[in-house]
């Protein structure tokens, strides 16, 4: 039995395609742990997987780590420092407390699986111990080809800011402090590179044929979470639309509005879920064909689905089309705008931005992709490619790929 570590940022969208994975890796006898805040422990539990928690404060967090600005492209340095701080204040917070809940050689898990995007003690203490990491990606990996970031300049050159230079220097005492001879410049690289798991189908990823088989394109691992209870079908035989904005933009009672009244004089069922975004009457009326949600299972509804308007969100998308079902995205910022532009181009759905939305929009969009034969082949293509791609099996095979033979062979 190995002994595998998930190092994962604490968002919905990061968590919930590894824990299809966690149970696969506990289905096959190896021992799981997550480090995560308190939030996330039913959930992790249910996989089989043990819970080692980390204190949050949620609002700093979705303040620092959620971008603010619809736009298809990360500009914003501010947000870039602000991000930075966050993920040096929690490594420091948390490294020590990791360093002594594994440093024992029992507990010294035999693989890391750390998210890019979470802070960084998994990554040191994986460097200082010699432990093999394994990349957790639930949207687009970039190599020299293609990257929704913009060019940044090096390490060196971004330290001649006062205020970064700073940041990266408290990087620098940490690497030392833990014995790690890396420069900054060679440790980001290696956050960003090596082995992964990315939670698309090749197909998806832009520049996808550019990327070697050391990235894994395992496809979405989301189908089999639910977590939010059961949902019952209308039981009418009609087209459903079900519509949702997730737990991160889903604040927008305009929107909610505008799709009640797309919908209030048609023979379509609706389903809104909306996360606590929207006060109880700020819909106004509402008739009993529109269904109102705080939360339903996803999987549930899709099931039932003829189309479903979301933000764009990578997972979201992907398991809409796992069920069969087009979209349409309204994305809220740029990795968004890019998961809204490529099912586009794949020809599984169509993007309304923000300021384009409008009930007679979002109706007659909803109705074209419905009706269209070449969007239904497309879903369909896509589809299979998601299923080629492996889902929780192929994303364990290839954490098994980096156990040491010792620890393969207990397993």
């Known amino acids: 039995m190995a002994h595998i570590a998930f ?118 203490l994986a460097a200082k111990w010699g432990v093999p990491v394994i990349r957790s990606t639930p949207t687009y990996v970039a190599n020299e080809h293609w990257s929704l970031h913009p060019p940044v300049d090096t390490a060196e050159e971004q330290a001649e800011d006062p205020v970064t230079g700073a940041l990266f220097e408290v990087v620098a005492e940490l690497l030392a402090e833990h014995r790690v001879e890396k420069s900054i410049g060679d ?35 989301t189908s089999a979470n639910s977590f939010h209870g059961e949902w019952e079908p209308p039981g009418t035989g009609r087209r459903l639309v079900l519509i949702s904005l997730g737990t991160l933009y889903n604040k927008q009672p305009d929107f909610f509005r505008a799709c009640v009244e797309a919908f209030r004089d048609t023979d379509w069922d609706v389903v809104i879920t909306h996360a606590g975004g929207v006060a109880e009457g700020e819909l106004g009326d509402v008739p009993p064909h529109i269904r109102v949600y705080d939360f339903a299972p996803q999987g549930a509804v ?5 189309v479903m308007i979301n933000h764009g969100g990578t997972s979201t998308v992907l398991q809409a089309v796992s069920e069969g079902v087009p979209v349409i995205a309204v994305p809220q910022m740029a990795e968004l705008h890019a998961t809204a532009t490529r099912a586009e181009q794949l020809g599984v759905g169509a993007k309304i931005l923000r300021k384009d939305v409008t009930p007679e929009r979002l109706r007659e969009t909803t109705l074209a992709l419905a009706g269209s034969a070449e969007v239904r082949a497309a879903v369909a293509r896509l589809r299979g490619e998601i299923e080629a791609a492996g889902g929780p099996a192929a994303a364990a095979d290839a954490v098994e790929a980096l156990l040491a033979p010792a620890a393969a062979t207990a397993a």
């Open 7 to 124: 190092f994962i940022l604490p968002a919905a969208g990061h968590v919930n395609p590894t824990l299809s994975v966690a149970r696969e890796l506990v289905a096959r006898g190896h021992r799981v742990t997550y480090a995560l805040s308190e939030n996330y422990r039913e959930r992790v539990l249910a996989t089989g997987a043990e819970f080692l928690p980390y204190a949050l404060d949620q609002d700093r967090f979705w303040d620092t780590m959620v971008p603010k600005q619809d736009a298809a492209e990360y500009t914003d340095q501010q947000e870039f420092v602000n991000m930075m701080t966050w993920m040096l204040d929690m490594t420091r917070q948390t490294l020590g407390d990791f360093e002594r809940h594994f440093g024992d050689g029992a507990d010294r898990p035999d693989v890391f699986v750390c998210d890019p995007s979470s802070f960084w003690s998994g990554h040191i």
């Open 187 to 221: 440790f980001a690289a290696e956050v960003h590179s090596g082995p992964a798991l990315v939670y698309l189908p090749r197909a998806f990823q832009y520049a996808g044929d550019t990327f070697g088989e050391e990235v894994g394109f395992v496809g979405p691992c």
């Open 302 to 306: 899709l099931a039932h689905a003829s």
